[in-house]
Nanobody, 114 residues
Framework: QAQLVESGGGLVQPGGSLRLSCAAS????????MGWYRQGLGKQRDLVAA???????TYADSTKGRFTISSDKVKNTVYLQMNSLKPEDTAVYYC????????WGQGTQVTVSS
């Protein structure tokens, strides 16, 4: 069964940056379009960015210009570089395929606060 392990979250001040990583088992990154999702407290889980196996990227309007998704097929890892973070970016961040077909990992908490 596919495994996804997210890491890299933490507490950061508004305007700061974080880089999230998602380590995937097997050859998931080569085979699927992968996405980063986030779920704020009491909110639904939403897609924030996605990358195809060919490297084409898409972003939610709220993250466009601030977040960058990338992948390393050798390391089977997907990254999310987050810049100019805002308090509204506070959430648990998850990775999964797009659409989500794999088991969800534990996520990584991102808190943006002064």
């Amino acid at each position: 069964q596919a495994q996804l392990v997210e890491s890299g979250g933490g507490l950061v001040q508004p305007g700061g940056s974080l880089r999230l990583s998602c380590a995937a088992s097997g050859s998931i990154v080569k085979s699927y379009t992968m996405g980063w999702y986030r779920q704020g407290l009491g909110k639904q889980r939403d897609l924030v960015a996605a990358i195809t196996s060919g490297g084409t990227t898409t972003y939610a309007d709220s993250t466009k210009g601030r977040f960058t998704i990338s992948s390393d097929k050798v390391k089977n890892t997907v990254y999310l570089q987050m810049n100019s973070l805002k308090p509204e970016d506070t959430a648990v961040y998850y990775c999964n395929s797009l659409p989500p077909k794999l088991g969800w990992g534990q996520g990584t908490q991102v808190t943006v606060s002064s």
